[in-house]
């Protein structure tokens, strides 16, 4: 904990010294953020309880993340971005048994002893043209000053690619908005990236004023919901594409639009080989081999309705026929929802989000749960399928100054893991935020 200390006095006084006129070109910033999440469930029915499957008793969990941010402003044109981060706790039932799992802080790591890694490591060269310009704010991996409204930038490094791709105005951070997985990115997205959530690739971004077009080709883990990098890139690899287009709709209300596409290439293991080799036992790991991919697409869209309500919906798709690699064991997902600022009740700065989410799995993925297969996230050892339906409600209160917000929250799972032989499941969450 003293380290902690040390890193967040040391927040205090260099986010002091970098906080220069906004209008200028900031030099550097430094930025911090802790998010604790704890979460409880009761007692759910279940017919029966594989080796994935959540805990049909009652478990309560915590998940804990600290991130430092730092930016500086190098070169013309150029920035770079370090941020070392702690996380810590876990996930209900070893964050198992749900497909679109209640907590978006947890990973799959195997322990609950909070480790400090290195989150994102990243070089971005932008060049610009044309006289238009917007003014940047000073924020996470953002430095403050006047940017041109039509450049092309090239990023290389350690980064996440939801920092990139597939944002969305109100479902889109579990560190601020919905809690659930299915609610961060497009579920069905099985983006690349290692066990915590990070990826190592060159990202390209060509931006004019009301649209962008972005590519980003990665590397991939070696073996599913692992740490460790493919060496064989030729063989082990992705590549995503989006197109944003943002618009204004009825006056000055904000929206946008967005389509992404993505093919992942690695050492897959494909379900139905898996069922053919061994009907009563399925193992999908036994069968992976080099030369097998998931394709994808997602749609993507936000909009203000009013200065104070915004909606949003989503819907992805993957072939499912291999297995999930990075993500999440999500193959189809419709999700949908809003969110409204209190200002009515005189609380401006605090918000109340209300989201529905639908995933399903694709008929060879199905197949081999029901068969008794296990994937890395969820398996019963039997399925009676249904769709796994979920909905969030949260209240986001500004407890102190726009920097510490508490954060309590409902979520409802039906048929957890596509199961309609277990659940329903009722999840009772509090987030403590602070960022500076």
């Not at 070109?25 to 029915?45: D, K, S, Y």
Request: proline share 3%; aromatic share 16%; charged share 20%.
């Amino acid at each position: 904990m003293k380290i902690l200390y040390i890193l967040l006095l040391s927040v205090l006084f260099l986010s002091a010294q970098a906080q220069t006129d906004t209008l200028k070109q900031q030099r550097f910033n430094l930025h911090f953020q802790q998010t604790v999440i704890t979460q409880t469930h009761p007692g759910f029915n279940a017919k029966y309880t594989g080796d994935n499957s959540l805990s049909p008793f009652h478990e309560t969990a915590s998940s804990l993340t600290a991130t430092l941010f730092g930016g500086a402003r190098l070169w013309k044109g150029a920035q770079a971005f370090f941020n070392p981060e702690m996380s810590g706790g876990a996930g209900f039932s070893k964050t198992l048994g749900v497909a679109g799992f209640p907590n978006g802080e947890t990973f799959r790591v195997g322990t609950t002893e909070p480790k400090i890694y290195v989150a994102r490591a990243y070089l971005t060269q932008r060049f610009n043209w044309g006289n238009e310009q917007d003014t940047i704010s000073d924020n996470n991996n953002q430095l403050a000053g006047l940017q041109s409204k039509r450049y092309f930038s090239i990023t290389a490094g350690k980064f996440g690619m939801a920092d990139f791709f597939d944002t969305n105005e109100f479902s889109h951070d579990p560190r601020t908005q919905f809690m659930n997985w299915s609610l961060m990115s497009n579920a069905a997205w099985d983006y690349p990236a290692n066990t915590r959530g990070y990826v190592f690739g060159v990202y390209f971004d060509y931006h004019q004023p009301s649209w962008d077009l972005r590519f980003a080709v990665t590397m991939m883990a070696n073996m599913a919901n692992g740490s460790i990098w493919d060496g064989k890139i030729g063989k082990a690899n992705s590549q995503t594409l989006e197109y944003e287009k943002r618009f204004g709709f009825s006056g000055d209300k904000k929206g946008s639009f967005r389509i992404l596409v993505f093919n992942n290439n690695t050492k897959m293991g494909n379900y139905r080989q898996a069922i053919a080799e061994n009907p009563t036992a399925p193992d999908v790991v036994s069968t992976r081999a080099y030369g097998r991919n998931k394709l994808g697409f997602g749609l993507n869209a936000d909009q203000y309705l009013s200065k104070d309500f915004g909606v949003f919906a989503k819907a992805s798709y993957n072939d499912g026929r291999n297995e999930t690699w990075a993500f999440t064991e999500i193959d189809r997902s419709v999700s949908f929802g809003g969110v409204l600022a209190g200002t009515s009740w005189n609380r401006k700065n605090d918000e109340v989000g209300l989201a529905f989410v639908g995933n399903g799995i694709s008929a060879a993925h199905r197949d081999y749960l029901a068969a008794g297969g296990y994937g890395f996230i969820i398996g019963d050892g039997a399925l009676n399928y249904s769709p796994e339906m979920l909905a969030e409600l949260y209240y986001k209160l500004n407890a102190y100054k726009n920097m510490i917000y508490l954060t309590p929250d409902y979520q409802f799972i039906l048929n957890p893991a596509y199961n309609k032989d277990r659940g329903p499941v009722h999840v009772f969450s509090i987030r403590a935020h602070i960022a500076f």
